[in-house]
């Protein structure tokens, strides 16, 4: 069983940046992949990023390519999210994810591929 807590969420204005934080409680295992979603008010869950735990591979969704940067810290079980140049379209709730059912190199992203979720945190971007 995995827990999942974030942290670092909070209101930016456009241009800022954020570094948000998700702890795992409980042992990640190499196959697994943490990543982050969000959800805007009105829209859907939506894939922004992960990494696969034991190999470090990483995957973004192009909306946030070369903005966001996904890293991991395995001696404190955390997954960071560096964003970076944040716009207005960046405001949703984050979500901290982990996928323990899928192996090899593939990054999923689809919500309900993920197993593991936290209870997000709110990350407003100001105009």
């Known amino acids: 069983q995995v827990q999942l807590v974030e942290s670092g969420g909070g209101l930016v204005q456009a241009g800022g940046s954020l570094r948000l934080s998700c702890v795992a409680s409980?042992?990640?295992?190499?196959?697994?992949?943490v990543g982050w979603f969000r959800q805007a008010p009105g829209k859907e869950r939506e894939f922004v990023s992960a990494i696969r735990w034991g190999i470090g591979r990483t995957y973004y969704a192009d909306s946030v390519k070369s903005r966001f940067t996904i890293s991991r810290d395995g001696a404190k079980n955390t997954v960071y999210l560096q964003m970076n140049s944040l716009k207005p379209e960046d405001t949703a709730v984050y979500y901290c994810a982990a996928d323990s059912a899928t192996y090899g190199i593939v990054i999923r992203t689809r919500p309900d591929d993920y197993n593991y979720w936290g209870q997000g945190m709110q990350v407003t971007v100001s105009s």
């Open positions: 409980g042992r990640i295992v190499s196959n697994y992949v």
